[in-house]
């Protein structure tokens, strides 16, 4: 049994020009102790498939449908109350976008985080708590007695991941938590990352626009466009075979970075509130054929992968 199962998840923003379609019909699974990666541009849903799993969609977003279940339990129809007390921060946390500046800046690093555990009454006592935390995430406990502004991005970040630690939950939803850091800081944290896996038994799902990045870190990917998912394979089937044309030139700007020329991908994505016929990526493929025009394709197995393209249907 995954320990967090996500079925068909459609979340739409309702807008004056039309309904937003975010994540449009989603299934992600996550094992304990996995590290999964959602990659893809910046507007493909991939914030709005975290805030979702935490049930922190607010209006003009509405849940459309679908189902979440944890360690087998459904629980994204359950009441608000039950999933406040048992699931969110208990058992599934998350660093949102930009929660390096998410602290608030007149209080201490430790009364913040003792905020969280006196909100959902732990027991045992809150600065032993706040130290252990800290040392978990490779900072000196005295770094809580501090500002927020008196410390750097990476501590920053760090202190946030203790944060959100400290119900120990099972899955943490890191959503682009090393963006904004330089190259080497980027990589302490994923490092960091890692480590929790392996100290703690964490499932993560990791969110990043940044398949460098994500090939360093995750066990599987899903790739995710316009608010479907259109390949899902392990991290070396992604780097080494990718299938979907959007995921192959995902990892052509990958290698293109290295190579200090960033070519990225012609055109952009749609406006999800009128959307293209047919493939959402057909008006931007290399390999386009009259039949991505028409008709949408679903994620089917291919080999090793799971991908949603013509080019391996019909
Ligand atoms: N609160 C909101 N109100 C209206 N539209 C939103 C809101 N949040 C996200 N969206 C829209 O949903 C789409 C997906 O956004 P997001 O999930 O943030 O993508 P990503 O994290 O992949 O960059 C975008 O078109 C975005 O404009
Ligand atoms: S279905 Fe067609 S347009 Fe879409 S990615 Fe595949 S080849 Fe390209
Ligand atoms: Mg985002």
Redo the contacts with the bound molecule.
């Keep these: 049994m995954p320990l967090l199962k996500v079925e068909n998840l459609k979340i739409y923003?309702h807008?004056p020009r039309g309904n937003?379609k975010?994540v449009d019909g989603v299934d992600v699974e996550i094992d304990e102790g996995e590290i999964v990666g959602v990659a893809?541009?910046?507007?493909?849903?991939?914030?709005?498939?975290a805030l979702g799993i935490m049930r922190l969609i607010v209006p003009?977003?509405f849940i459309e449908g679908g189902n979440i279940y944890f360690e087998g339990k459904e629980i994204l129809h359950i009441p608000e109350k039950v999933f406040n007390s048992e699931y969110r921060w208990k058992r599934i946390a998350m660093v949102f976008?930009g929660s390096m500046n998410g602290f608030t800046p007149v209080f201490k690093i430790r009364d913040q985080i003792k905020e969280v555990l006196e909100v959902h009454n732990y027991s045992g006592d809150p600065d032993q708590r706040v130290n252990e935390l800290m040392k978990m995430v490779n900072l000196d406990p005295s770094i809580a007695d501090r500002y927020p502004h008196e410390l750097s991005g990476g501590q920053k970040q760090r202190a946030f991941i203790a944060m959100a630690l400290a119900l120990n939950p099972k899955l943490l939803l890191a959503?682009e938590p090393t963006t904004a850091l330089d190259v080497i800081t980027q990589t302490h944290i994923i490092n960091l990352l890692k480590q929790l896996k392996k100290e703690l038994g964490l499932s993560i799902l990791f969110?990043t626009h940044d398949l460098a990045l994500m090939s360093m870190l995750a066990d599987r990917i899903y790739v995710?466009y316009a608010g479907e998912i259109v390949e899902e394979a392990t991290i070396e089937n992604i780097v080494k075979n990718a299938k979907h044309p959007y995921t192959q030139l995902l990892m052509e700007a990958v290698a293109d970075i290295r190579k200090d020329y960033i070519k990225g991908i012609p055109g952009s994505m749609p406006d999800?509130a009128n959307l293209p016929p047919g493939c959402r990526f057909h008006p931007r493929c290399p390999f386009v054929m009259d039949i991505c025009k028409k008709e949408e394709p679903k994620l089917r197995v291919v080999g090793s992968n799971k991908v949603a393209c013509w080019l391996y249907q019909g």
């Design positions: 923003f807008m937003v975010a893809g541009e910046s507007g493909s849903g991939k914030s709005t498939l003009p977003g976008q959503d969110i995710m999800l």
